[in-house]
């Protein structure tokens, strides 16, 4: 983990792995989608709903995986200090904030013909919306800390604690009386039909790439920022230099 500790190492993987990660997952993720659309059968109790669910669950595997990328490098930060940490977590924030998003959009459009209503308190429904403030309130506190030059400790202790709303969302379907269906898919198996479950599974791997290869150009875009604001503070500062001196000169 600390070879990448250089920024300079970092960039020169970053730089063919961002291009292969986001071309990939977006080729995956499209053709899982029209695969989904074209060759699957619309389903016996949902109809033709059930296609949305090759966004909705890679929306909502990477809103939650998200977080948890979050949590990992606050607690890499905390524990090594990584300087790349912090760049991580605040390029994660904004990618899982938009999947969460989707994630609620399109269990809403599927919930109206399914449950008759664009929403519910139900337990799954309310702790992703609770994810979803929880990303607003990381990016806000994320960007005023790098704005005022507080600690990014804040950030991270904040990143730590809102990974306990995760294993809420995992199992909420189980802990309470939910309208959501249960896990379809445990360590004991699967209860989707392969004709799904297929389509499902390539969407879920070329949304998770598309998402790397997000979060790898949000970090350098981050790093390049980082380094431009350092270059301009190095020049007024050496610009600033000789008017400071020049007047011990001409006491001299």
């Not at 896990?183 to 499902?200: E, F, H, K, R, V």
């Amino acid at each position: 983990m600390h070879i990448y500790a250089n920024p300079k190492r970092f960039l020169s993987l970053a730089q063919w792995l961002t291009p292969l990660l986001f071309w990939s997952g977006l080729v995956l993720s499209l053709g899982a989608i029209v695969w989904g659309i074209i060759n699957v059968a619309p389903d016996r109790l949902m109809g033709e709903s059930v296609r949305i669910l090759f966004i909705h669950v890679p929306a909502a595997w990477l809103g939650m995986g998200g977080w948890a990328g979050i949590a990992i490098s606050s607690a890499v930060l905390l524990i090594w200090k990584h300087p790349l940490a912090s760049i991580a977590a605040r390029a994660i924030a904004l990618p899982g904030m938009t999947f969460t998003a989707i994630c609620l959009a399109t269990g809403s459009i599927w919930g109206r013909p399914t449950w008759g209503t664009w929403w519910v308190w139900d337990g799954r429904l309310t702790s992703m919306l609770v994810l979803l403030f929880l990303y607003a309130g990381y990016i806000a506190l994320a960007q005023a800390t790098a704005r005022e030059g507080g600690s990014v400790k804040i950030a991270a202790i904040f990143g730590i604690v809102g990974a306990i709303n995760i294993p809420i969302i995992n199992r909420s379907v189980v802990w309470w009386n939910s309208l959501h269906q249960p896990p379809s898919i445990t360590a004991g198996g699967s209860s989707i039909d392969a004709s799904y479950l297929w389509p499902l599974l390539a969407a879920v791997i070329g949304f998770s790439l598309l998402f790397g290869g997000i979060v790898l150009m949000r970090m350098r875009a981050l790093i390049a920022e980082q380094q431009v604001e350092a270059r301009l503070r190095r020049r007024a500062l050496d610009d600033d230099a000789p008017v400071a001196a020049r007047p011990m000169a001409e006491s001299a």
